[in-house]
């Protein structure tokens, strides 16, 4: 990999987001990984995807908790 440019640009917020959410689904595509590692900082998805990891699993949880109760 190649060393990107002092002008390549930081992916945005909303970017950022749908990477963590497609690569924790499985449907990152090469082209936006490629993206990702080339222009992104490396803390913003990983302090992401453990964010997504703890949502996902309280999400689980409370939906399994919800089912059970009935």
């Known amino acids: 990999m ?6 390549a640009q930081k992916p945005s917020l909303i970017s950022v987001v749908k990477s ?3 690569a924790g689904i499985g449907v990152q ?3 936006n990984r490629t993206r990702d ?3 992104g900082n490396p803390l913003t ?3 992401g995807g453990i ?3 703890l949502v ?9 908790g919800f089912v059970l109760s009935n």
Do not use: G, R
């Open 20 to 22: 963590i959410l497609a």
């Open 37 to 39: 590692f080339e222009q």
């Open 56 to 64: 996902f699993i309280a999400t689980i949880a409370t939906i399994v």
């Open 45 to 47: 998805f990983i302090i």
């Open 2 to 7: 190649t060393k990107p440019s002092k002008d």
């Open 51 to 53: 964010v997504f990891t």
């Open 29 to 31: 595509s090469d082209k």
